[in-house]
């Protein structure tokens, strides 16, 4: 990291220049060079009494001859009158012109004509300075001399710094926003609302690439088209690669990241930038933008380079390390994450304050925070760090995201469309500006929530507006934001409903597109959900080597990151995925998993025992031919049930239906009251009438018993659903059966969702093979518990229990309970609502009794 350089030496004019300041009654200091502040002179501005104000501003003085065209005055610059109207001060870096902006108090350039004995000058502030393509320039005018006219003017300049800066009011004016040519681009990147024109400031002004970058980040790109339509000077995007100002060439550059998700250009970029911090900006970017798209390793190994150069100033050499942090945290490093991010909170202090060094230090606390052993995290100082302006910027991009989605929304409810002639951008544009920022600042919280955010509304967007141009684009893009966000919730989501209702060619390309083993830390645990849901869409190479990791993190011999293990079941989420990818996966993946399960159960109270317990049901039959596999898988299944069955056991038994002993055994289980036993042994309709009796009588049992609780008062959590059970029972084998303990569990007045939801669905699918003494009991149960629903005494339940609700009305209505009138009334209801209520209209018509209803014209439109 560079230590400040403050400036240069003073000028043989210093003397004269003191003196003059002196006759008109102010009080100049000459600053010993040794001091090294980067001033020559520096004034405490007097009143007209004489009295100090409490003001300074300092001076910087630059001699020469006007009348011989030395030095600073070698090209002075004339009006129309052919006067001389000024004079450009140029250096060949910032440098200079940062140091002087950054002083505390504010400074002004003052040119001496030794001859003449005047005094030019101007206030150094952001607004004035001009960037060359190389270096910096400053006009100096010819009209404005240190003279007693000049007072009221230097007065003001002494003011312009006093008390702390405010950005209140900065969302329009740029004028008080003191900001160094070379802290522009960091700004435009961070805080883009301080460089950037606002929206509503129209296009009468040129931008300099500094404000496109800004426009870019914000995905203003409409503007900026307009922008260098109306100006000569602002290059268009497609000229703009081949510019001969570097900085223009990185605005194209930029745009191919922000456009294109491509950081190629950008990396080329890096050698060629004409100063420090034009090489810290386009190694951040090119950085961002590779930690994006997974790159993560190549990430590091750019940062880790210009880090190395040790040449940043301290804002942007924190920078550099909040990004490495972020590298190093998605390598599965977090030991030397947390040491980069708290170098960058030391570093950053070394900083002048604004709106971007307090950004980096938030990114840095929340690195540390996201590092440190659970439970031991430092929440306080993590939320109060966050608290910034640039953060609260941010949060106004979200907000304008969802004010345009809800203003959409409501005009499509009205049914009030218009036709526009110039398309508003959608909300996804603002939420890839709040993305993009939340990258460039190396926040990795919020960059994976607007991801997700950005994710779900473009999957929205698409299926909402099938008739857009590009849906399955759109599509494409959400899931991959998705899966980069590592939100698995929600991308388990989207993929259930693309897979019902499509279109799947999108969802197909993404799953293919991802890699057999997963890359970064918060990647882990959505490949593997993705995996679990779509596996079989995956060609059998692929299905095989995901499964081969899967296996070896089940064994053991393939190690996962740290970060992974701590927020995550890492077997359990691993199993569920092997589960998914077996039906494309080869027959060798299906002998691995028998040997897995084989060589390491019992599984009893595993967390992995509900997800082998599927993958035993999802093995091939090939995998179970062989007499020496097949013995020992009879051995294991055997011997793990013979005290306390699990689930594993019990459906690895089921997978021999043949086998005498697996069958007596799953036999005397089920008829001890063990439902899992009785799954295991498949068609219920096919069990002997001495094991339903026996298994009637033991489920009755259990029923009669949750009905004592429930008379008590209390709401017993059920690790199975035994009136689901009886009522498979009692469908399949109407005579031996007991309908009268499952109507009495019907017609409780505390029974919730959760005890009644799953025999109503029995019961309505089986209706039409119910006798009728079984209706007889069954109806005035069915009609008791309906009574609730319509009463509105059902929508309350304990909390962590399920209100009765629908799955009744199905029944009801499939015992004819219902009166045509209101059936069709609930019908229209449920057709005219979402997904899930179109299901349930089609459930009950299904589990109506044919030709009971008659569905009028309306009802039948809307199905």
Not at 287 to 310: C, F, K, M, P, V
Not at 695 to 720: F, I
């Amino acid at each position: 990291m560079r230590a400040h350089r403050t400036g240069i030496t003073g000028s043989a004019g210093n003397t004269e220049v003191k003196a003059e300041f002196e006759r008109l009654g102010q009080g100049p200091i000459e600053v010993p060079q040794e001091h090294d502040l980067g001033l020559d002179l520096i004034v405490q501005v007097r009143d007209e009494r004489g009295s100090d104000a409490g003001l300074l501003f300092g001076v910087q003085v630059k001699s020469g001859s006007a009348s011989e065209g030395t030095a600073y005055f070698a090209a002075p610059q004339r009006g129309s009158d052919g006067r001389t109207s000024g004079w450009w001060y140029r250096a060949e870096d910032s440098r200079h012109f940062d140091s002087w902006i950054r002083h505390d108090i504010p400074v002004i350039l003052v040119l001496r004509d030794l001859d003449a004995r005047t005094s030019y000058w101007v206030e150094i502030d952001p607004a004035s300075v001009r960037s060359t393509g190389k270096g910096h320039k400053i006009f100096v005018p010819a009209d404005q001399t240190i003279s007693r006219s000049a007072l009221p003017g230097l007065f003001e300049v002494a003011t312009s710094k006093r008390g702390r800066q405010s950005w209140e009011g900065s969302a329009w004016s740029r004028k008080a926003l003191r900001i160094a040519p070379a802290d522009r681009l960091r700004h435009a990147l961070l805080v883009p609302r301080l460089i950037a024109p606002h929206r509503n400031a129209g296009f009468g002004s040129p931008v300099d690439p500094a404000e496109a970058v800004a426009l870019l980040i914000q995905h203003r790109i409409s503007d900026l088209h307009h922008f260098a339509e109306a100006h000569v000077t602002v290059s268009a995007l497609d000229d703009a690669s081949s510019h001969k100002d570097w900085h223009w060439r990185f605005v194209a550059a930029f745009s191919m990241l922000i456009n294109e998700d491509s950081p190629e250009a950008l990396v080329q970029l890096i050698p060629d930038a004409p100063h420090e911090a034009a090489r810290v900006a386009a190694t951040v970017t090119a950085s961002y933008g590779l930690l994006s798209a997974d790159r993560h390793t190549e990430a590091a190994e750019l940062l880790n380079s210009e880090i190395s150069r040790d040449q940043a100033e301290p804002a942007d050499h924190a920078w550099l390390l909040v990004h490495r942090a972020w590298a190093r945290s998605e390598l599965g490093d977090p030991t030397r994450a947390a040491e980069d991010a708290a170098l960058a909170r030391i570093t950053v202090l070394l900083a002048p304050t604004d709106p971007t060094t307090s950004a980096l230090a938030a990114a840095a606390a929340e690195s540390i925070f996201r590092a440190a052993p659970l439970g031991s995290e430092d929440l306080e100082e993590f939320i109060t760090s966050s608290d910034t302006a640039a953060s609260w910027w941010r949060s106004q991009d979200l907000a304008g995201a969802y004010g345009e989605t809800v203003k959409q929304d409501f005009t499509d409810w009205a049914q009030q469309g218009t036709i526009r002639l110039f398309n508003a951008p959608p909300a996804y544009s603002r939420l890839a500006a709040a993305r993009h920022l939340a990258a460039a600042s190396a926040h990795i919280g919020t960059w994976r929530a607007c991801a997700s955010l950005e994710g779900r509304q473009l999957l929205l967007d698409a299926t909402r507006q099938p008739s857009s141009d590009s849906p399955e684009e759109l599509i494409r893009y959400g899931l991959k934001l998705l899966q980069q966000s590592g939100d698995s919730s929600s991308l388990v989501k989207a993929v259930h409903r693309l897979c019902r209702l499509g279109p799947l060619s999108p969802l197909t390309e993404h799953v293919r597109s991802m890699p057999t083993m997963p890359g970064p830390t918060r990647s882990y645990k959505a490949l593997w959900e993705l995996w679990r849901t779509t596996g079989d869409l995956l060609s059998e190479p692929e299905a095989t080597a995901a499964a081969g990791h899967c296996l070896g993190v089940l064994t053991g011999r393939t190690p996962v990151p740290e970060d992974v293990a701590k927020h995550s079941v890492v077997p359990y989420f691993a199993a569920r995925a092997l589960r998914g990818l077996l039906e494309a996966a080869s027959l060798d993946v299906h002998h691995q998993a028998r040997d897995f399960i084989v060589e390491h159960g019992p599984w009893k109270g595993s967390s992995i025992e509900a997800p082998l317990t599927s993958i035993v049901g999802a093995l091939s039959d090939e995998s179970l031919t062989d007499p020496r596999n097949r013995s020992l898988w009879l051995e294991r299944a055997l011997s793990w049930t013979a005290d306390s069955p699990d689930e594993v056991a019990l459906a690895m038994l089921g997978r021999l239906p043949d086998d005498t002993w697996a069958v007596t055994a799953l036999t005397d289980l089920a008829e001890g009251g063990n439902a899992s036993a009785l799954a295991a042994l498949g068609s219920v309709a096919e069990l002997s009438g001495e094991t339903v009796h026996r298994v009637v009588s033991h489920l009755s049992s259990e029923v009669r018993s949750l009905v004592a609780q429930l008379d008590t008062g209390t709401w017993p959590m059920l690790s199975r659903d035994v009136g689901y059970n009886l009522a498979v029972l009692n469908i399949n084998h109407p005579v031996s059966g007991n309908w009268q303990d499952l109507a009495d569990l019907l017609a409780h007045p505390r029974a919730t969702g959760d005890h009644v939801h799953g025999a109503c669905a029995v019961l309505a699918r089986g209706v039409v093979s119910m006798p009728q003494h079984a209706r007889d009991v069954l109806v005035p149960a069915v009609q008791r518990l309906r009574v609730r629903v319509d009463s509105g005494v059902a929508s309350y339940a304990p909390p962590g229990f399920t209100p009765v609700g629908s799955p009744v009305l199905r029944l009801a209505a499939a015992l004819g309970l219902l009166a045509s009138e209101e059936f069709e009334s609930r019908l229209v209801r449920l057709l005219s609502g979402g997904h899930n209520e179109r299901l349930e209209a089609v459930a009950q018509l299904h589990g109506r009794q044919e030709g009971q209803v008659t569905l009028d014209s309306s009802v039948a439109v809307i199905a």
